[in-house]
Each structure stands twice: as C-alpha cells, then as structure tokens.
C-alpha cells in the first residue's frame, strides 16, 4: 500500500465530494478506486468492506472507514482542521450540519424525477437564498474574523466553500446580496492548498451530467 488515503466511490461528487474537499484543503495526496457497475459495489459488500453496505468508504490509517460524517470527523481531527477547544468543535458541528442539510437537496436534484425537478429546484434555491446563506453570512459578520470559527481554517470553512460554489453552478449572481460571503469565498479560495484542488485537472468533480446520473441509478438503483 502507499500509504495515501483510498477513497471507494463512483467517478461523481456525491457523499464523497466533501472528504475530497477536506483530504484536498489538508494537503493530503488521495488516491480513487471507482465503482463502475453495481458488480463493483456488491463486491465490496460481500468481501465485508462496508460495515453497513454503504459506501463511501475511506482506507486510511489500517481501517476502512464508512458514514460520511464519520470520516470527515476523522480526517477533520486528523489534519486540525475541528477547531482548539470543545466549544470551538461545537460550532463547527453546528454550521457543517447546516451545510450537510442544503447540500443534500442539492446533491439530490439530478435524481429527481422529472415532473418534480422544478418544484424541488425552486425549493433549493429558496432555502439556500433565505435559509442558510443569510445566517452564514451574519456569522461571518459578527464574528469579525477571516474564518467562521476561532481564526484559522476549518471544515467549516472548507465545506462552505464547497456549497457556494455549487449554488453558483446554478443560480452565478445569487451572492450579490451577501458581500461577506463573496469576501469570504475569494478568501479561501486563494489558500494555496484549496487554489490548488480549484484547477482544472484535480480530483474535484465536476457536476454531474446525465452519464454520471445514469450510472449511479445502475449502481444502486437498478
């Protein structure tokens, strides 16, 4: 083994997107071994890999860890990226539960089916517009800091980030009323670790198109 990180997922964002956002913003090398067919996926399942038939599922450190918070606690924890104290944790659980909360309707929008897609693209927008970005913007404001919790980097951060570029995939001037947030998404975008995972060329996905929706139906739908 070399030692890096193995991350077992299909070849698109997902649940896996944000351990790569966090391994990537830690500087940590990953390496991908992708599912391609539901053969991949059962494989996994029957040689006792997933603990609960799931994945993703991460190889690091002697253990195959699953369950999406599970593993970005660990990585967080791992590369001191979860805050200096109890209370500085709290927060962090706090906003990146928010962050999973919108993510999720955002993740699941390419796998709705088509009669509900305008009514569950509306529903995003207007949470992320009214619900969640206000509170992460008066955070930023009122803490007075360059970063969401204490003042240095967190998942918090990183995961924001993450969730505001993927809004802007689908609605570009949605920031204009949040002239915090877009400080802080130029901020961290330019922290050389994160830069870096932005270029063309990395392990960050690109959203994903009918292809990559029609294989992750086949994996675990059909």
């Known amino acids: 083994m070399s030692g890096k990180p193995r991350l077992h997922y299909f070849n698109g964002r997902g649940r896996m997107e944000s351990i790569r956002w966090l391994l990537a913003a830690a500087g940590v090398e990953f390496e991908e071994s992708f599912l391609e067919k539901k053969e991949d996926l ?16 991460v190889e690091i450190d002697g253990m195959k860890l699953v369950q999406t918070r599970a593993i970005a606690n660990y990585i967080a924890t791992k590369y001191n990226l979860y805050g200096k104290d109890m209370k500085e944790r709290a927060l962090i659980d706090m906003y990146v539960e928010g962050m999973f909360d919108l993510n999720e309707l955002l993740m699941t929008y390419e796998i709705q089916p088509a009669d509900k897609k305008e009514q569950h693209f509306a529903n995003m927008m207007d949470k ?4 969640y970005f206000p509170v992460f913007e008066k ?24 969730v505001i570029l993927m809004v802007e995939e689908w609605k570009p001037d949605i920031f204009v009323k949040f002239p915090v947030l877009q400080s802080f998404k130029a901020r961290i975008s330019n922290i050389p670790t994160i830069k870096k995972f932005l270029q063309p060329g990395s392990q960050r996905k690109p959203p994903s198109d ?13």
């Open 210 to 222: 009918d292809s990559v929706v029609d294989k992750v139906m086949k994996i675990f739908y059909s």
């Open 139 to 162: 955070v930023l404001k009122d803490h007075g800091k360059d970063f969401l919790v204490g003042n240095q980097l967190s998942r918090a951060d990183v995961q924001l980030l993450e």
């Open 42 to 57: 059962t494989k996994l399942q029957k040689d006792g890999s997933l603990l609960f038939q799931q994945v993703p599922m």
């Open 128 to 131: 992320a517009e009214n619900r």
